[in-house]
C-alpha cells in the first residue's frame, strides 16, 4: 500500500510488496497467531462461562500485528499497549498460564489477581502493559523510546493504540516530542475500522492515520495488517530507522477484529456479511496455512499437530486459572504506596 512521509525534510516511504517467508518461518508464524486464537476463543468461553470478571477485549482477526512485529524485533524491545493486550503478552513469551489466571483473578496470575485482563506486566519479557485509559500507553511507551535514547542502548519502543486512540491529544503531544529527540519510537496505529463501535468514516476527519505524524515531520505507512509477511517486512524497515537516530516512525496497520469491542458489544453497527467476507478472504492465519500446504510442502496432519499441541496449551492454562486459588484479602495492601 502506498505510505506518506513528510516532503520537508524526509523523502516519501512506500512499502514493497510483502517478502516471502521460509517454511520454518512460516511455520513459527502460523504457531504463533493460532495460540493467540485458540487463547482468545478460549478466554471468550470463560467470560460467558463468569469465570472472567469486569471487562475483556479479544484479538481475534488481528493475530498477524503483533506476530510480524515481534517477528521484526530484537531482544530488549519494548512493547507497551492497550486493554486488547492478551496477544502481546503471549507473543512476548509471558507464559499462558499467567496470563488466564489473571483473567481469573488468581494468585498466579501476573499482577497476582489484581489487574484482570486490561492490567499486565512484564519487565523480564519487556512488556510494559496492558493500559485500561485509551491512549495512556502512548505517553508512556514514548517516555520507553527516551530512556533508550538516554541510555544509547539500540533498543527501539513499540507502542501499539487502536484507531479510536489516535484521536486522543496526549498522542500528537508524544509525536512531538519524539520527533523532536529523535526518539527511537515506532507508533503501531492498529486500525481495526470502528474503534469502541463507531466507524473511522463517522470518526476521523484524516481517516489515513499513517499521515497522522505529517506536521511533526515523522515518515508513516499503511500497511496490510491481515498479511503477516507485509507487517514485518514494514516493522523491519520501521525499526531500523528508529536504531539509526532518525526518530519516531508510524506504522497504519489495516486490521480487522472479527469480535465485538468487548465481551459486551454485540457489535450491531456492522453486518454478519461484512464479518464473514473477512474470515473467508483476509484470514490472517489461514493466508499462512494456505501457503504451508501450497508452496512449503506442509501435510494437513502437520498442521493438525501443531493446532493440538496448542489446544494442549491453552487448555493446560484453562484448568490451571480455574482451580488456582483467589488471592488472600491480605493482599489488598501489598504492591501500593501509602
Not at 505507512?221 to 520501521?238: C, F
Request: charged fraction near 25%; charge should be neutral; aromatic fraction near 8%.
Amino acid at each position: 500500500m502506498a505510505a506518506t512521509a513528510s516532503s520537508r525534510s524526509k523523502p516519501a516511504l512506500k512499502s514493497a510488496g510483502p517478502a516471502d517467508f521460509t517454511r520454518d518461518q512460516e511455520i513459527h508464524a502460523y504457531r504463533e497467531m493460532l495460540l493467540i486464537r485458540r487463547f482468545e476463543e478460549k478466554a471468550g468461553q470463560m467470560y460467558g462461562m463468569g469465570l472472567i470478571g469486569g471487562f475483556c477485549h479479544l484479538y481475534i482477526g488481528q493475530e498477524a500485528v503483533v506476530v510480524g512485529m515481534q517477528m521484526a524485533s530484537k531482544e530488549g524491545d519494548q512493547i507497551i499497549t492497550g486493554y486488547r493486550d492478551h496477544g502481546h503478552m503471549l507473543v512476548c513469551g509471558m507464559d499462558p498460564k499467567g496470563v488466564m489466571a489473571e483473567l481469573t483473578g488468581r494468585r498466579g496470575g501476573l499482577s497476582k489477581g489484581k489487574g484482570g485482563s486490561m492490567h499486565m506486566f512484564s519487565k523480564e519479557k519487556h512488556f510494559y502493559g496492558g493500559h485500561g485509559i485509551v491512549g495512556a500507553q502512548v505517553s508512556l511507551g514514548t517516555g520507553l523510546a527516551f530512556s533508550n535514547w538516554y541510555r544509547k542502548n539500540d533498543n527501539a519502543s513499540m507502542i501499539y493504540f487502536g484507531d479510536g486512540a489516535a484521536n486522543q491529544g496526549q498522542v500528537y503531544e508524544s509525536f512531538n516530542m519524539a520527533e523532536l529527540w529523535k526518539l527511537p519510537a515506532v507508533y503501531i496505529i492498529e486500525n481495526n475500522r470502528y474503534a469502541m463501535g463507531t466507524s473511522v468514516s463517522r470518526a476521523s476527519a484524516q481517516s489515513d492515520f499513517s499521515k497522522r505524524g505529517l506536521s511533526f515531520n515523522i515518515p508513516g505507512e499503511q500497511v496490510d495488517g491481515m498479511d503477516i509477511r507485509a507487517v514485518k517486512q514494514a516493522g523491519e524497515k520501521a525499526l531500523a530507522w528508529c536504531r539509526e537516530g532518525k526518530g519516531p516512525y508510524i506504522l497504519e496497520m489495516q486490521t480487522y477484529r472479527y469480535r465485538g469491542h468487548s465481551m459486551s458489544d454485540p457489535a450491531k453497527y456492522r453486518s454478519k456479511e461484512e464479518v464473514q467476507k473477512m474470515r473467508e478472504e483476509h484470514d490472517p492465519i489461514e493466508q499462512v496455512r494456505a501457503r504451508l500446504l501450497r508452496d512449503k510442502g506442509a501435510t494437513e496432519d502437520e498442521l493438525k499437530a501443531i493446532d493440538a499441541k496448542v489446544r494442549a496449551i491453552v487448555a493446560e492454562a484453562a484448568e490451571f486459572a480455574t482451580n488456582d486459588p483467589e488471592p488472600d484479602p491480605s493482599e489488598l495492601w501489598t504492591d501500593i504506596t501509602l
